[in-house]
């Protein structure tokens, strides 16, 4: 069984893809290609670039998956506004 995770460079995204990890699941990060990967380097997983704004790329990523953690946000909108 494969699963899915989004949001996996974030906090609670890479968070949750370690505990998977940990529990020995077959995982799979869809992944901005712009994404900061410092939380997902050298981890054993497999790798669909996509956005979540982009359902062929969504798609893409959930073919082959059982489960999916959705972690993703887009977190900008709780920013300051910078006027």
Known sequence: MKTLVTGSTGFLGSAILRELLDDGREVKLLVRKDAD???IDGLDVEIAYGDLRDPESLQSALNGCNILYHAAA???????DPQ
Do not use: E, K
């Open 74 to 80: 887009y977190y900008s909108l709780w920013d300051r």
């Open 37 to 39: 990967t410092a939380n």
